[in-house]
């Protein structure tokens, strides 16, 4: 079965920058569309980047120009480079596939506070 384990997250300033990693058992990144999602107290999750097999990437809007999604199919690991954070982008990040069929990983926790 396949396990995501997310890392990378902490405590940083508004305008700061974190690069997450996620970490994938099993030979799937090259299938799948890879998605990074988060989720915020009180707030349902929600999908914030993609990047299918095929090269391509999309985002939600209140991301885009700010984080860029990357994976290694070969290591079978997916990137997200966060810069220009904001308090409204703390909450708990995790990567799964696009659409999330997969078991959630227990992800990794991002605070943007002064």
């Known amino acids: 079965q396949v396990q995501f384990v997310e890392s990378g997250g902490g405590l940083v300033q508004p305008g700061g920058s974190l690069r997450l990693s996620c970490a994938a058992s099993?030979?799937?990144?090259?299938?799948?569309?890879m998605g990074w999602y988060r989720q915020a107290p009180g707030k349902q999750r929600e999908l914030v980047a993609t990047?299918?097999?095929?090269?391509?990437?999309n985002y939600a809007d209140s991301v885009k120009g700010r984080f860029t999604i990357s994976r290694d199919n070969a290591k079978n690991t997916v990137n997200l480079q966060m810069n220009s954070l904001k308090p409204e982008d703390t909450a708990v990040y995790y990567c799964?596939?696009?659409?999330?069929?997969?078991?959630w990983g227990q992800g990794t926790q991002v605070t943007v506070s002064s």
């Open positions: 799964n596939v696009d659409p999330p069929l997969l078991p």
């Open positions: 099993g030979s799937i990144f090259n299938i799948y569309t």
């Open positions: 990047d299918t097999s095929g090269g391509s990437t």
